[in-house]
């Protein structure tokens, strides 16, 4: 059980080619914009396989992006320049959520594009 505001994680764009930036949690959701691979973000929080990111620091969901292409990066504290250690066990905690504590499988289907029905 976690107290206070939802834990966050710093991470990188880790995909050569970029990663699609999409407008929900899924392939089904349109494209808002491509980010290049080392764009820094902010993991909010996970819908299945899929990361709820803010990319300008306000805490704000800018989109979504497919979590297995994010590397965990350290972030610069704005006014020390010092970096801040990644935080392990809030990322932890993100993945718990998102997943059965039971089989570890995803906890919900969001993540998944929609099957096509066969004719």
């Known amino acids: 059980m976690s107290t206070g ?3 966050v994680a710093h991470s990188t764009v880790n995909a050569r080619d970029g990663l699609w930036l999409r407008r929900g ?6 494209r808002a914009r491509l ?3 080392g764009t820094s973000l902010t993991i909010l929080g996970l819908d299945g396989e899929w990361a709820r990111v803010d990319l300008q620091g306000d805490g704000l969901i800018d989109g979504y992006v ?8 350290a972030m610069e504290h704005l006014d020390e320049g010092d970096e ?3 935080n392990e066990a809030a990322i932890e905690e993100l993945l718990a959520e998102a997943t059965d504590p039971k089989s570890g499988a995803p ?3 969001r993540g998944r594009a929609p099957r096509r029905k066969k004719d």
Not at 25 to 30: E, H, N, S, V
């Open 5 to 7: 505001a939802p834990p």
């Open 25 to 30: 949690p899924g392939l089904a959701f349109d």
């Open 35 to 37: 980010l290049e691979a």
């Open 66 to 73: 497919f979590a297995a292409f994010l590397g965990m990066s």
């Open 84 to 86: 801040e250690p990644i």
């Open 107 to 109: 906890a919900n289907a």
